[in-house]
């Protein structure tokens, strides 16, 4: 366990506005912060971070929580984890414990293949190659980027089983076959994949010579996803934060050499074509891309089906279309910074016209119309288009209406639902003034006792619980702490690991003040009798329904029934 003191410390020295800003673009507007939600797709920002309050809130999905639960979501970690990650970045010193069985089987895998793909990216960056030098990239970059080499005489298999690395497999490092595993990478250079918080996920390895594919990837598995990752996305997000946009290019080298040459806000999409999720991790940074692919057949095209999905995310795209044969990685070299940042940066539209048959590429730009979700923009594409091949608005505009009834383009998109809050006023209401009021000492049947302790005694005297989960999780806490003989105030829940918890606090708990005519006391015994004549009700119909089926039903219905006549009668008492 991590000591109580470490984790306020911990929750006092984090700025929720810097952890959240390393992975979401955020602008200021008020006394908050605004951003693209990581939680859900949406083209328009209502993600919103509280820097005063140390809390986040999304006012489209209705995910809420503090610092480490946005780290606990986000990562997909647990608490210990999110403390560990948080101490790190802020130099607080957390005591370490061993991985011990009480720790969920699925977050023990992914760590160990991720500290096993740290240990093999280690290895493979011992092992000398000039392929490096000679290809223009520092003994800094090279260290920076922690490239590598895996051997043709060497087995890293036996080296990790050696160092003690006992289930490998899964790594993805390897092949197997009937008898023994093979290194997957054996004779290639080595490009170590990372998340975008740093933590390596899998390699991408260059063949130097022989037969084989020339670049090939990890396999999908426990800790990587190739739709959802980007390279050098790690390394770039605070450039494309200070710059406004992000270059999207091909390879492992162009990223490299770009970073090298001063640009320092580009990715690539790690040996795939670009995928809708990873637009979304870019628009969560920037909202304008710039691809900048080879010029070649298979560079055009994946430069089409690029524009359809940035266009489709919502985010502005330009395209960079490079020379006399070059690649991002020979043109940065020779021409610098200045030069490549002074290149001609043509619309889609210009460029799909330009690269292809007039008539196709008019058709094809009217299909990506189609696919941008905003009508403004639209409009002026239509105009551009216009302007180009000489067809008049209208006719464009109902090209584009067609394409997207026949394709499901430009359809009103349902964002991703992600299930709020939906509780009963009684319970929402009850927590929140036993949140702000619990520790009242009123007198009862019980003695004098707090009001807390009075809600706790009456609900367990007629078995009643919360409908939703979201209230029972709170409620739960809140009684984990009085049994200790605490009544937590209103920071207690909001630093609370459970994102049910400082989420329904973020979302509910406000300072609204209850009735003083009424009294708090009397408010609370409302909503309490409220929700038990209400429970009942619904379990005497339950059991009533049963009747036919088991007699033995009976009894039960007449103690349910002489229960909720007693709790009508003091109902009724109370607004009297």
Not at 125 to 142: A, H, L, P, T
Not at 206 to 234: F, H, M, Q, T
Not at 342 to 351: A, C, D, S, T, V
Not at 522 to 544: A, C, N, T, Y
Request: net charge negative; with cysteine.
């Amino acid at each position: 366990m991590i000591p109580k003191e470490v984790i306020d410390q911990v929750f006092e020295v984090s700025r929720i506005e810097e952890v959240v800003g390393e992975f979401v673009a955020l602008k200021k507007r008020g006394s908050n912060l605004v951003g693209l939600c990581p939680f859900h797709n949406e083209k328009t920002g209502s993600f919103s971070v509280s820097a005063s309050k140390g809390i986040y809130k999304c006012f489209g999905c209705g995910k809420a929580g503090n610092v480490v639960n946005f780290v606990m979501e986000h990562m997909g970690v647990n608490f210990p984890s999110a403390i560990r990650w948080l101490g790190d970045k802020y130099k607080v010193k957390i005591p370490e414990k061993e991985l011990n069985e009480q720790e969920q089987k699925e977050w023990n895998e992914k760590e160990s293949v991720r500290l096993m793909l740290a240990w093999a990216q280690k290895w493979y960056s011992q092992n000398e190659i000039d392929y490096f030098e000679k290809r223009g990239i520092s003994k800094e970059m090279v260290e920076k980027w922690g490239l590598g080499y895996s051997p043709h005489k060497r087995s890293l298999a036996n080296e990790m089983i050696k160092a003690g690395w006992l289930d490998i497999e899964p790594t993805g490092l390897f092949i197997k076959d009937e008898y023994e595993l093979w290194d997957r990478f054996k004779g290639r250079v080595m490009f170590p994949i990372h998340d975008e918080v740093g933590r390596i996920v899998g390699f991408g390895g260059r063949l130097l010579d022989g037969k084989g594919a020339k670049y090939i990837n990890s396999p999908e598995g426990l800790v990587y996803n190739k739709s959802k990752v980007l390279y050098g996305l790690w390394m770039a997000k605070k450039a494309i934060q200070a710059k406004g946009e992000v270059y999207l290019v091909e390879g492992y080298m162009d990223v490299i050499s770009m970073y090298q040459g001063g640009v320092e806000n580009v990715v690539a999409s790690s040996g795939t074509s670009l995928t809708k999720e990873q637009a979304r991790l870019i628009h969560r940074f920037s909202d304008r891309v710039v691809i900048v692919y080879d010029g070649d057949a298979a560079g055009v095209r994946a430069a089409h089906r690029a524009i359809e999905v940035i266009l489709e995310e919502g985010m502005d795209v330009k395209i960079i279309t490079l020379s006399d044969g070059h690649d991002p990685d020979s043109f940065i070299k020779e021409h610098g910074k200045d030069e490549f940042e002074g290149l001609e940066r043509k619309n889609f539209i210009q460029y799909v016209m330009d690269v292809g048959d007039r008539k196709e590429g008019a058709r094809l730009v009217v299909n990506l119309i189609a696919k941008c979700p905003d009508e403004l923009y639209r409009g002026i594409y239509v105009k551009e288009l216009e302007d180009i091949i000489g067809v008049k608005q209208k006719v464009i505009v109902r090209e584009v209406e067609r394409s997207k009834s026949a394709n499901k383009f430009g359809q009103e998109q349902k964002e991703e639902v992600v299930e709020g809050f939906d509780h009963d006023y009684e319970e929402k209401e009850l927590l929140r003034v036993m949140i702000l009021y619990g520790g009242l000492m009123v007198e009862s049947n019980y003695g004098l006792i707090t009001l807390a302790e009075w809600v706790f005694f009456e609900m367990m005297r007629d078995d009643i619980g919360f409908d939703n989960p979201a209230h029972q999780a709170v409620f739960n806490s809140y009684w984990e702490c009085v049994m200790n003989n605490v009544i937590p105030e209103q920071e207690w829940f909001l630093r609370s690991e459970n994102s049910l918890v400082s989420g329904f606090v973020i979302n509910n708990v406000d300072e609204r003040k209850v009735n003083e005519e009424k009294g708090i006391k009397k408010v609370v015994q409302q909503l309490v009798f409220g929700m038990k004549e209400r429970k009942l009700s619904g379990l005497i119909r339950g059991k009533q329904e049963a009747l036919g089926e088991d007699e033995g039903v009976m009894d039960e219905v007449v103690h349910l029934i002489s229960l909720k006549n007693r709790v009508s009668g003091i109902f009724s008492q109370l607004y009297k």
